[in-house]
């Protein structure tokens, strides 16, 4: 077994990601333009990749993803992570739970949905937001303590990626945005409806628009959610998304003493 630092999305590390595209589009996006913001190890063996653990540093997020359990920890122990937020299979939690000190776990669905395999509603009305939006997107996401992003993040995602949102008046009503990109995939996320306007639809619009980006540019399209969000899942289900796997979502620190 051999533990390599990376930079790039090489040939045979993305041979292991295309096996099963879905969990990895985080990684593919991250070392084709996130580059300088991003850390990855790999492991090795026989001369095949086995998997891998990457940071996206503005965020400290993680991802981990390999073939056996004993590659984790080998990685885990390498790259020894302080602290932050990670992605991982839920067979891996106990192992994790080892090297690190979990403060929050979280039970994810990662659902997707192919080109030609979505069934998307009417759109018309959703933008593309600018940058002269990035405030009314920061005071939709106020409403919803869980995001808990700074309206300089706000700014630079809707600098650096394609966000959706639908106006009802001057005001913002419902959100969805990008966070990954590629010819590969594109990952959905910050699906968020203001109180005052849910059970509308407009939900299903804006992840409607998302989506049509994502599969008019590449051929999958996916997205996490809170495994007891029904109504989310229920909603993507109707628009085509399908269940991929069950993740874990964690934030952590490292191990005291």
């Not at 885990?76 to 067979?91: F, N, Q, T, V, Y």
């Not at 002269?132 to 409403?143: F, G, I, Q, V, W």
């Not at 590449?218 to 989310?232: C, E, I, R, T």
Request: hydrophobic letters at 40%; proline letters at 3%.
């Amino acid at each position: 077994m051999e533990i390599v630092k990376g930079t790039e999305l090489d040939e045979k590390l993305l041979d292991y990601i295309k096996r099963d595209l879905a969990p990895h589009l985080f990684t593919i996006h991250d070392l084709l333009h996130e580059r300088e913001n991003t850390r990855i190890w790999v492991v090795e063996e026989g001369g095949e990749v086995r998997g891998y653990l990457l940071n996206w540093k503005p965020l400290d997020s993680w991802i981990i993803e390999v073939h056996d359990i004993e590659h984790a920890e080998a990685l885990l122990r390498h790259a020894a992570p302080e602290k932050g937020s990670m992605i991982m299979d839920p067979r891996l939690l106990r192992v994790v739970g080892k090297n690190l000190e979990l403060v929050e776990t979280h039970n994810w669905i990662l659902m997707k949905v192919r080109r030609g395999e979505e069934r998307l509603v009417d759109f018309s009305g959703v933008i593309k937001l600018s940058q002269s939006h990035a405030n009314k997107l920061y005071d939709l996401y106020r409403l919803w303590p869980a995001r808990g992003k700074s309206r300089a993040y706000i700014e630079n995602w809707v600098r650096r990626l394609p966000v959706f949102g639908l106006f009802k008046g001057d005001r913002l009503v419902s959100a969805s945005g990008i966070l990954a990109r590629s010819s590969y995939g594109g990952v959905i996320g910050g699906v968020f409806t203001h109180p005052k306007y849910r059970r509308r639809g407009y939900a299903s619009k804006a992840v409607s628009a998302a989506t049509s980006y994502i599969l008019r540019e590449s051929g999958l399209s996916a997205l996490y959610l809170s495994s007891d969000n029904s109504a989310a899942f229920g909603l993507y289900r109707k628009l085509g998304y399908e269940v991929h796997s069950r993740r874990m979502f964690v934030k952590f620190q490292r191990m005291k003493g």
